[in-house]
Each structure stands twice: as structure tokens, then as C-alpha cells.
């Protein structure tokens, strides 16, 4: 599957001059809200990724997203894996698990994300799920952005990585981009000013 061509289709994988969360500039931005808008896609997004999950042998009860950015993913995801979808959300500062959803002790879950960059949300809804008494079996996404190792791709995790090595992490595609200090970013010094993605042009 050529999961760059569909983002690119999806007018989810934008060019142009950013500013990503963490103020560095990149030329490139995802944008994967626009990827799932259309249900169809979504669907064969979360196929893929469900069929690489259950030809490892990985039993999964639930499948959890971290709110919002996750729960399209995670939801489709759950839906091709045919399991539960729940998810967490922020609630002053720290990720809890409400409206109702309810966690078996010893359940598998499985934390799925739109996008792993470096598993920051990813960690803290694991690390909720398993105070609950669940146990967290995997992590997934659509796509990577490149920090950390998803199975069957042999690359050394980067430092920035937060997911554990010993939990498997499955995801669609890489997209790893340069990224520049303001200071140091080449778009800038021509003269072109960078715009925050999620802003009305982005
Ligand atoms: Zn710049």
C-alpha cells in the first residue's frame, strides 16, 4: 500500500513552510485529520493496519486512542479488528478515563494514535490504562514520523523516542522530514515566514 501516495491524494501530507509543536520548522506537515475525513479511506487505512497486527499473532481485547487527535484511528482500527474502542482524554493536565468506559484487570490493549512522532500522548494513555489494570500489548498508528521503530522496519529508535522497546509499536509508513531551528531553518532565510498547521491555512 502506498500509504504517502494517499496521503498526498488526501491533501493530508502538506508542503510548504511550518511551525511544528515542538517550534522547529519543517517544509513538510501531516495533517491527518484530512486523510480520515473520508470514511472509505479511513477504513482501508485501518484494514491495513489491523491485518499487519493480526498476522503477528497479538491477541488485543480493546483498542484505547489517546482524545482527540487519536480517536478516529483508534476507532477504525477497533472496528477492523472487530474488538472494543474506547478512549482517554485531558482533564487538567493529565489523561483520564471517562464517560463511562469501564477496564477489565489483565485486559489487552492496544493504544492507538493518527500519528507517533515521539509517543508522548501514546505513553501517557498506556501508563492510565495500566493503573486500571490492564495490560498494554501494543502500540499503533497510522503513521510514524520516523523517532521510533515500528515492527518490521530495522532502524535504531532516536533518542526523542518515549515508546518502550519491549512492546511492539505497528504503523503504516514512515515520514521522517527535516526539521530546522528558527535560527538555522533555510525556508526562513530565503525570506518566506512560517505558518502554524491546524491555523485557518493549515
Ligand atoms: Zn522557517
Given at each position: 500500500?502506498?500509504?504517502?501516495?494517499?496521503?498526498?491524494?488526501?491533501?493530508?501530507?502538506?508542503?510548504?513552510?511550518?511551525?511544528?509543536?515542538?517550534g522547529n520548522h519543517s517544509n513538510r506537515y501531516l495533517?491527518?485529520?484530512?486523510?480520515?475525513?473520508?470514511?472509505?479511506?479511513?477504513?482501508?487505512?485501518?484494514?491495513?493496519?489491523?491485518?499487519?497486527?493480526?498476522?503477528?499473532?497479538?491477541?488485543?481485547?480493546?483498542?484505547?486512542?489517546?482524545?482527540?487527535?487519536?480517536?478516529?484511528?483508534?476507532?477504525?482500527?477497533?472496528?477492523?479488528?472487530?474488538?472494543?474502542?474506547?478512549?482517554?482524554?485531558?482533564?487538567?493536565?493529565?489523561?483520564?478515563?471517562?464517560?463511562?468506559?469501564?477496564?477489565?484487570?489483565?485486559?489487552?490493549?492496544?493504544?492507538?494514535?493518527?500519528?507517533?512522532?515521539?509517543?508522548?500522548?501514546?505513553?501517557?494513555?498506556?501508563?492510565?490504562?495500566?493503573?486500571?489494570?490492564?495490560?498494554?500489548?501494543?502500540f499503533a498508528s497510522l503513521a510514524n514520523r520516523g523517532?521510533?521503530?515500528?515492527?518490521?522496519?530495522?532502524?535504531?529508535?532516536?533518542?526523542?523516542?518515549?515508546?518502550?522497546?519491549?512492546?511492539?509499536?505497528?504503523?503504516?509508513?514512515?515520514?521522517?522530514?527535516?526539521?530546522?531551528?528558527?535560527?538555522?531553518?533555510?525556508?526562513?532565510?530565503?525570506?518566506?515566514?512560517?505558518?502554524?498547521?491546524?491555523?485557518?491555512?493549515?
Amino acid at each position: 500500500m502506498d500509504v504517502e501516495r494517499i496521503y498526498k491524494e488526501a491533501e493530508a501530507l502538506l508542503e510548504g513552510h511550518f511551525i511544528l509543536s515542538s517550534g522547529n520548522h519543517s517544509n513538510r506537515y501531516l495533517q491527518s485529520a484530512k486523510v480520515l475525513e473520508d470514511p472509505k479511506r479511513a477504513a482501508l487505512l485501518a484494514n491495513a493496519l489491523a491485518e499487519m497486527i493480526q498476522e503477528s499473532g497479538l491477541h488485543v481485547d480493546t483498542v484505547c486512542a489517546p482524545a482527540l487527535g487519536g480517536i478516529l484511528a483508534g476507532y477504525e482500527l477497533a472496528r477492523s479488528l472487530d474488538v472494543r474502542s474506547i478512549f482517554v482524554e485531558r482533564k487538567d493536565g493529565g489523561m483520564e478515563l471517562r464517560r463511562g468506559f469501564e477496564i477489565q484487570k489483565g485486559e489487552k490493549v492496544l493504544i492507538c494514535e493518527d500519528i507517533i512522532t515521539t509517543g508522548g500522548s501514546a505513553m501517557e494513555a498506556a501508563k492510565i490504562i495500566e493503573e486500571l489494570g490492564a495490560k498494554v500489548v501494543a502500540f499503533a498508528s497510522l503513521a510514524n514520523r520516523g523517532f521510533c521503530r515500528r515492527e518490521g522496519i530495522d532502524i535504531t529508535p532516536k533518542s526523542e523516542c518515549k515508546l518502550p522497546s519491549n512492546i511492539p509499536f505497528y504503523a503504516l509508513d514512515d515520514f521522517t522530514f527535516e526539521m530546522f531551528t528558527p535560527e538555522e531553518c533555510p525556508l526562513c532565510k530565503e525570506g518566506s515566514t512560517a505558518i502554524k498547521p491546524g491555523s485557518r491555512n493549515a
